[in-house]
């Protein structure tokens, strides 16, 4: 028992070692979201070539309590009063990645039906609709699990789109900064709150947002870490009684752990899964990306809402990836921190309704396929 832990001891410390290395050269680099980006590809590279990488769960918590408090923060008495006049927009944000996310399942399955003999047409048809929807990856999974689809494919599917999203979005939005150029942050409260940063006032904190996670988990939220610390520094902002600001170096430390926590979900067996719906997954999680771009940009039209902003709140992305990557390139973090949470809520207690809306129940009443167990995926136990 000793000497295993140690073994998962050193693992973990030569992927942060890894990871530490790879966001100092992002950041010498000057590349977009160097924190999170450089350790994603670093361990994610090292993952696929049978790397033994390792993350920690606690460490994963405390990087979402750290992020949920810095996006918290910016949810100042001005900021809520535009929010509350963006409720259409948030809400028609909602209805697209419900719209998208089932047409991008009903493509998966067009195009890979016959590719899984061992599927019945209606567990392909649950497998590639919960694939698809542009939900939480461990809670897709799961629910897809419970209705007798192949949880395999599914994860897998989830796993490529979040890579994918997180390596492209930062890097367009850099190319493509002449068009929306750098007035989203002070139009929407993307610029910082300037908020001493004092010993005492940060354990305050910390203890305030470990009440908000612990509240959260009570009540059986998904992504109680990030969700509860978000809540309450969202509170203590609209008050104007948070008590210190977040220290950069600790909002980089977290930016680095969920780099970690994303990129040791891959192992050298992930590509091997299906390569034809992992190709199809790709195609369709770019189509989607440029897809979402133009509704976002429509939609901020519309709305008065800065381009920026409005493509990033929109992205088919994580929650908070997308915060994230909004936080450093000061993009209206507040909108996109309330477009993203909405969408994840949504989508989590609603693609269920919506499948049985659509087809029916699940595609064998709910319970697992007669078919033999499906292969690993290469990913993780979540």
């Known amino acids: 028992m000793a000497a ?78 535009l929010l509350a006049t963006l409720g259409g927009a948030i809400a028609a944000a909602v209805a697209w990645a419900l719209l998208i996310g089932t047409l991008f399942g009903a493509w998966l ?41 192949r949880a395999d494919l599914v994860a897998a599917a989830h796993g490529l789109r979040m890579l994918i999203v997180v390596v492209v979005i930062p890097f367009a939005m850099l190319a493509t900064r002449s068009l929306w150029g750098e007035s989203a942050a002070a139009a929407v409260g993307g610029l910082p709150p300037l908020r001493p940063v004092g010993a005492a006032g940060l354990a305050l904190l910390a203890l305030a947002a470990a009440g908000g996670a612990l509240a959260a988990r009570a009540l059986r939220l ?29 909002s980089n430390a977290a930016q680095l752990l969920i780099g970690v926590s994303l990129g040791v979900r891959f192992s050298p067996g992930f590509l091997r899964v299906a390569p034809g719906w992992m190709a199809h997954v790709a195609l369709g999680t770019l189509a989607m990306i440029l897809a979402s771009a133009l509704f976002g940009a429509g939609l901020g039209a519309l709305c008065g809402v800065p381009l920026a902003t409005a493509v990033l709140g929109t992205a088919p992305g994580g929650m ?36 049985r809306l659509l087809y029916g129940r699940g595609p064998v009443g709910g319970t697992p396929d007669d078919e033999a167990a499906p292969p690993s995926s290469g990913l993780p136990p979540r």
């Open 109 to 149: 399955r067009r195009r890979q039906a016959g590719a899984f003999p061992g599927l019945s047409p209606a567990a392909m048809r649950c497998t590639s609709y919960y694939a698809g929807a542009v939900g939480a990856a461990s809670e897709m999974t799961l629910q897809a699990e419970r209705v007798g689809a």
């Open 222 to 250: 998904t992504n109680p870490w990030f969700l509860g610390p978000l809540a309450v520094a969202i509170a203590l902002a609209a008050t104007e009684r948070a008590p210190s600001g977040v220290p950069t170096a600790l």
């Open 4 to 81: 295993a832990g140690a073994r998962q001891a050193a693992r973990l410390a030569g992927t942060l070692a890894l990871a530490l290395a790879a966001a100092l050269g992002c950041a010498a680099l000057h590349t977009p979201i160097p924190w999170m980006l450089g350790p994603l590809l670093a361990v994610t590279l090292a993952s696929l070539a049978g790397a033994p990488t390792a993350a920690s769960v606690l460490l994963r918590a405390l990087a979402q309590a750290v992020l949920g408090v810095s996006l918290g923060l910016y949810f100042t008495p001005p900021v809520l009063q």
């Open 320 to 355: 908070a990836e997308m915060a994230i990557t909004a936080k450093v390139l000061q993009l209206g973090v507040p909108l996109v921190t309330a477009f993203q949470v909405s969408r994840m809520v949504a989508v989590l207690v609603l693609v269920q309704p919506l499948y």
